[in-house]
């Protein structure tokens, strides 16, 4: 039973132009020939790298023939020499390039039948669009057509530069004439990433022991590589109808970076929130991007306001151009991430007016409530209406409080002042007034019932959270919108939005849930690199919960936005981040790995990091250029023992520091050792008695013990498992892991202390899968079920949960984790109703009366949500879908509280027992937890709060 404990509600999208699908076929990179030129020689380890995309020359010729129709000759000579006959109206061939390119095509003829023949070019992204008509790259609405060369006689064609395909993989040549054209040559000038000598020589690189996440590297840099393009080569706004034109201006400088390498070729503010980071994690190019943002400042409103979208799309006085309170933020956040990377202060200064101007504008928009409102309402997938939202708030934190960097960096001292209370302020009614503690989540608006995917993961990438309990709240939440193939999108009902999802990784990674962010990039971005349906090679602008593409032909598969993991995996699973030009972190994301190395580029010179984990150590190695300063990371995983070690020197032992090795300083927050002071040079780090703890999913609501637990241990006490098996320690909320012997039922077994101040329990997990579960499959076999519903992999109370359509195999590659290392696994289908005390209280669009919690699902997928006995059940009321698509019904817990098995006094009785005990109060789901020496009243004024209003409670004992 899979129950996360949130309330959403779903939005329509406002704006025609962002989601997308790409397909695959067989991985061609190796294939790929050249024409003429000579590749430049390898200069970095990505240079060599076999899983770059990157062409090795900027003349290209296809690798294989899709698709014949009509008569063709000899297809095959197109790839391999020769000429190739095209015969009869209509007749065409489709050549693929193995991969997402872009650029001019040439063509060569040999002999032609007559005066007058007509050779089109249609282009495609995808295998579902190939043809003679060109998928949609202009407008969504409207046809691109093929382009056309007259052929009159043997000679040469060359697209003209205005039609400039910016994104394809397949081009199709076909005979719009009566007669014959022999083809004898396909070349194709590759135009992305215009200043780069060689295009493969990227300065940084990533590298791991998993080769799926490192392709998505690659793939992800491949994609804003490919949005990367000559600033006179944009979309127009003035394209006919039918056809496209690519000829607008759209910054300055030699290179821009875009949105799309197919559409829109346009600056658009919010993709640069992940394409610009991924730009300079891979790439180190940092120049398109400021140009990106620099179009953007020149297209500022009097009123300093940011456009939507750069030129051609943006436009002064166009109705649509200053639409956005969100994307105007963004270019303020882009602007400090800029910074980040570069100390180009010189820059910054040169836009200062303008930035602080837009500042003053959004300051402008802060309501009564102390929270920014929105008025300017355009976003991605975002319900129509502004209000106080959740992800304006969280980007106007992230703003401010990079402005206070920028203002130090200029000297503005006043400003850095103001700015830096401004920002304490919004987050202090952020935190009143839109967190829900009952979802675990933020809420939207204060009065909304959707928690949006994006804004979520705004708040805890950009520090809008006040506690690390928070950021783990939302991690751990959020968890609970993913299928086989990605995290399902609140906001936008139906779509896995590749850009939120982004958001996302770096969420789950700053809340340390590492194996979680591996599991959803090996999900919804394998999915994205091997579907049978796309480039194979970048990502996507989004797609349907199904897979399907969302988008028809417009959609883009080469979209910046969606290039997440290649700056996640650099910043947090790598480890090096930068926080400034010339100090960083090195503090590494182990997840399920054993080996990760790399490189950033600062202004200083390149930084490279290693590190390697085996059972008990964890060993790393650091290069830093002179002039750079770095805190070095050591996960404990909460073990105070741990022995650090730095060129040889014990720096960290009995959880204290030891001066030695240049290092300044050293601490801990229980999860990390941290040292600082690392100065040019190199450290070879070597820690002992780090034991990495299995993370794994548990299935249970917020707040309550998974069904199937039985009681083992009171605090204190030991609890011993039969084998590897899920023990939970707490009262109400609990920690839970792994454990293979006795252990003793106390906080530091656990690491972690669930509920402060209250007397707690330890449980064992049922053996094999979940309760009420039934197994469907054994690992490496093939689970098929009817329809859609929800999966669990795992054994022993450790798990991953997935939504499956029809058949799944039963692998750790096919749930993107391995929840218990070195035991067998099996998969479970889990019950129709959800397994525990739960009973329906009314079908879909009826109401439940019963107050208290409330699961609103079917098929193992459900949300759960408190009520008051008035709420319908339906989607408005929960806010998510749980299984999109599927009718569903609502249950109420009827039961006692999960691992509390005895009432013990009725509500204004007296709860008796001896010794110290914990007791919860309440009724259907809703208690509150509290620790008592002695008999105590089973009243509300002794457990302080009443969980459950209107309702008759009681009191209730472990035993």
């Not at 799309?313 to 963004?330: E, N, R």
């Not at 390149?606 to 984990?613: L, N, P, R, T």
Request: aromatic share 10%; proline share 6%; with cysteine.
């Amino acid at each position: 039973m899979k129950i996360v404990h949130a309330r959403l509600r779903g939005g329509q999208f406002r704006r025609a132009r962002r989601l997308a699908l790409l397909g695959v076929g067989t991985l061609l990179l190796a294939s790929i020939t050249t024409s003429g030129a000579t590749a430049l020689p390898a200069e970095s380890p990505a240079a060599s790298d076999p899983n770059n995309f990157a062409p090795a020359s900027r003349t290209l010729k296809p690798v294989a023939v899709h698709q014949t129709i009509g008569t063709v000759a000899e297809p095959g000579n197109l790839v391999t020499g020769g000429a190739a006959r095209l015969s009869g109206n209509g007749s065409y061939v489709v050549l693929d390039f193995g991969k997402e390119v872009g650029g001019l095509v040439s063509l060569r003829f040999a002999g032609v039948s007559g005066v007058g023949r007509q050779v089109g070019l249609a282009f495609s992204e995808t295998a579902a669009y190939v043809g003679t008509n060109s998928d949609r790259s202009s407008q969504h609405q409207r046809e691109d057509g093929a382009i056309y060369a007259s052929v009159d006689a043997a000679g040469a064609y060359t697209m003209p530069k205005e039609k400039l395909r910016g994104g394809f993989r397949y081009l199709t040549l076909f005979l719009a004439s009566d007669g014959w054209v022999d083809v004898n040559d396909v070349t194709l000038k590759f135009t992305p990433d215009p200043d780069r000598a060689n295009l493969r020589d990227y300065p940084n690189y990533f590298r791991s022991n998993d080769d799926l996440l490192n392709k998505l590297w690659y793939a992800g840099a491949y994609t804003v590589q490919t949005n990367t393009i000559a600033p006179d080569t944009g979309r127009t706004a003035d394209a006919p109808n039918p056809g496209w034109k690519n000829a607008a201006v759209i910054g300055p400088g030699t290179s821009v970076l875009t949105d799309g390498a197919k559409r829109d070729r346009t600056v658009w503010p919010g993709d640069l929130g992940v394409a610009l980071p991924t730009a300079y994690a891979s790439l180190n190019d940092t120049k398109s991007s400021r140009n990106a943002l620099e179009a953007l400042y020149g297209l500022q409103g009097a009123d300093g306001m940011l456009p939507y979208a750069g030129p051609e799309i943006g436009q002064p006085g166009k109705v649509d151009t200053y639409a956005s309170d969100t994307y105007h933020l963004w270019t303020l956040v882009g602007t400090g991430l800029y910074h980040r990377y570069t100390d180009d202060t010189a820059w910054v200064r040169s836009v200062w007016p303008k930035y602080t101007n837009a500042m003053h504008y959004s300051l402008g928009k802060i309501d009564g409530t102390g929270l920014l409102n929105v008025t300017k309402v355009a976003d991605w997938g975002q319900a129509a209406g502004g209000g106080r939202k959740l992800s304006a708030n969280a980007l106007l934190y992230g703003a401010l409080t990079s402005g206070v960097k920028l203002a130090d960096a200029l000297g503005d001292t006043a400003r850095a002042t103001a700015w830096r209370q401004r920002a304490a302020a919004v987050k202090a009614e952020a935190n009143t007034r839109l967190w829900n503690p009952a979802t675990g989540l933020y809420r939207d608006t204060p009065d909304s019932d959707l928690h949006p995917q994006g804004g979520n993961s705004l708040a805890v990438w950009l520090g809008l959270t006040d506690g690390v309990a928070k950021d783990s709240s939302v991690a751990r939440t959020l968890t609970g919108n993913w299928s086989a193939i990605g995290a399902v999108t609140p906001e936008y009902p139906g779509v896995i939005g590749t850009f939120t999802g982004s958001l996302e990784l770096v969420a789950q990674l700053v809340a340390n849930n590492d194996t979680a962010a591996l599991a959803l990039m090996r999900r919804e971005w394998g999915h994205m690199l091997n579907s049978p349906n796309g480039t194979n090679s970048t990502f996507w602008e989004s797609f349907h919960f199904d897979g399907a593409p969302y988008y028809g032909s417009y959609m883009s598969a080469a979209h910046g936005w969606s290039s997440g993991p290649t700056n996640a995996l650099t910043f947090f699973v790598l480890g090096l981040n930068p926080s400034d030009a010339t100090r960083y972190d090195f503090v590494p994301h182990l997840g399920d790995l054993t080996h990760v190395e790399g490189n950033i580029t600062t202004p200083k010179g390149a930084v490279k990091g290693s590190w390697d984990y085996t059972p008990g150590t964890f060993t790393s190695t650091l290069t830093a250029p002179a002039g750079t300063t770095g805190r070095i990371g050591i996960p404990t995983y909460g073990s105070p023992s741990v022995k650090v070690m730095v060129n040889g020197a014990t720096v960290w032992s009995d959880g204290k520091f030891q001066p030695g090795a240049g290092l300044s300083g050293g601490s801990s927050d229980g999860g990390y050792i941290y040292l600082t002071g690392a100065g040019g040079g190199s450290y070879t780090v070597t820690a002992t008695g780090v034991v990495r703890t299995e993370k794994f999913d548990i299935a249970v609501p917020s707040g309550q013990l998974p069904p199937g637990y039985t009681f083992c241990a009171s605090e204190g006490q030991t609890c011993t498992p039969n084998g590897s098996q899920v023990v939970a320690f707490g009262a109400g909320s609990h920690e839970y892991r792994v454990v293979s012997g006795p252990v003793t039922c106390e906080v530091a077994s656990f690491a972690k202390d669930p509920t402060p101040g209250v007397f707690k329990y330890c449980y064992l997990a049922p053996a094999g899968g979940p309760a009420g579960a039934v197994k469907c499959a054994s690992e490496n076999d093939v689970c098929r079920v009817d329809g859609r519903r929800a999966i669990a992999y795992g054994t022993n109370g450790a798990f991953r949960f997935m939504t499956v359509n029809d058949t799944v195999p039963c692998t750790t590659a096919a749930f993107g984790s391995d929840p218990l290392q070195g035991t067998t696994k099996s998969c479970y289908v889990l019950p129709e109703a959800p397994a525990g005390a739960w009973e329906k209280c009314a079908d879909e669009g009826a109401r439940c009366a019963a107050a208290g919690l409330q699961a609103f699902g079917t098929k193992g997928s459900y949300w759960t949500a408190k009520s008051d006995g008035t709420a319908k059940c339906e989607l408005g009321t929960f806010g998510t879908d749980p299984l999109y698509g599927v009718v569903k019904s609502c249950f109420i817990w009827a039961g006692t509280p999960a691992g509390f098995t005895r009432e013990c006094a009725a509500e204004n009785g007296t709860c008796s027992f001896s010794g110290t005990q914990t007791v919860a109060f309440g009724r259907n789901g809703s208690y509150v937890y509290k620790t008592f020496t002695g008999p105590t009243s089973c009243v509300e004024g002794a457990f302080g709060t009443d969980p459950v209003y209107g309702v008759v409670k009681s009191c209730y004992l472990v035993s």
